[in-house]
């Protein structure tokens, strides 16, 4: 499976912050896909930790804590679908 990626350069952020994150973001993908969601939280606090602004690690943070304190329905997919923008 292809990683989501975001835009590397988003409102004027360095692309080097991006980057910096970049491992941390895609093991962070990596544990969520695999249903492994406090290993995926603490990447995508280490993200947030360089970068508070990065809105989609935030997003794929509060997944994982709803995840862990409800648990995931038996035929989740593994994709979010957005009811409003």
């Not at 993908?29 to 695999?34: E, G, I, T, V």
């Not at 690690?57 to 679908?81: D, S």
Request: proline share 8%; net charge neutral.
């Amino acid at each position: 499976m292809a990683p989501a990626w975001p835009l590397l350069v988003v409102r004027g952020l360095a692309p080097a912050l991006k980057m910096n994150t970049k491992p941390d973001f895609e093991n962070g993908l990596a544990h969520y896909f695999l249903k492994d969601f406090a290993e995926a939280a603490r990447s995508f606090e280490k993200v947030l930790q360089s970068d508070p602004e990065d809105k989609i690690a935030r997003n794929y943070l509060l997944n994982c804590q709803a995840f862990l304190e409800r648990g995931v329905p038996e035929a989740w997919p593994g994709i979010e679908v957005m009811g409003r923008k």
